[in-house]
């Protein structure tokens, strides 16, 4: 365990004790470290994902054929967070492999894509992992839940100014325009409206 998993606060698990995370199709959940939009992009209302999007997007799909329990539906990578639809089919031989496990597997493994992109020097950093500690789920016990689950998944992208992980952030992180702008330095409380102020003119003397 390092200095900062040390200094963080006990939080209590989110899972329910009286679920089995072994089988069954779940709506899962995960958000960005500090809510920050490291994925992409919100054009319109569809997501442009930069190149880390682009992994996080290849890691989620290949992970039914390194655990073949997996059932991948609906998905989608958000700016600053991911939403998927899922089925874990029991297995006798892949008893440990539940819920959690496949979710540590997920977030681990798109962390290590995270870190090296920020060695490189071509992410920022947002701290040692790339995702918040914990995960959110959704047991689907109905066709009716399951079809509510993909409507909301596949409007994600167009809700996004409306969205509970989307709203604080879309106009800071989430435009494609700021994304490709030139970064400019300008004093916050006189505003910015795509104009640069004047260079003051040095008269000399």
């Given amino acids: 365990m390092n200095e900062e998993s040390r200094s963080l606060p006990r939080r209590k698990s989110l899972r ?24 992409g992009a919100i ?20 992970l039914p054929a390194r655990y073949p329990e997996l059932e991948l539906f609906d998905y989608v990578v958000m700016p600053n967070h991911f939403h998927a639809l899922l089925r874990i089919h029991w297995r006798s031989t892949n008893r440990e492999h539940h819920l959690g496990f496949l979710m540590s597997r997920f977030k681990g493994g798109t962390s290590c894509i995270y870190g090296k992109m920020c060695r490189e020097g071509s992410l920022a950093s947002v701290g040692s992992s790339l995702w918040q500690r914990d995960y959110w789920d959704d047991l689907i016990t109905s066709e009716e839940e399951f079809a509510v689950w993909r409507k ?22 989430g435009d494609q325009g700021l994304l490709n702008a030139p970064r ?3 004093v ?18």
Avoid: H
């Fill in 188 to 205: 916050a409380s006189q505003g910015f409206f795509g104009k640069q102020p004047k260079a003051k003119e040095d008269r000399g003397g």
């Fill in 43 to 62: 054009v319109g209302d569809k997501v442009v994902l930069n190149g880390l999007g682009q992994g996080v997007d290849v890691y989620w799909r290949g």
């Fill in 184 to 186: 400019i330095a300008f």
């Fill in 16 to 39: 329910n004790a009286k679920i089995n995370y072994r089988a069954g199709c779940w709506a899962v959940t995960v958000q960005i470290a500090k809510n920050k939009s490291l994925l």
């Fill in 152 to 173: 909301y998944i596949r409007e994600n992208p167009a809700k996004w100014s409306s969205d509970r992980y989307g709203a604080c952030t879309s106009f800071m992180f």
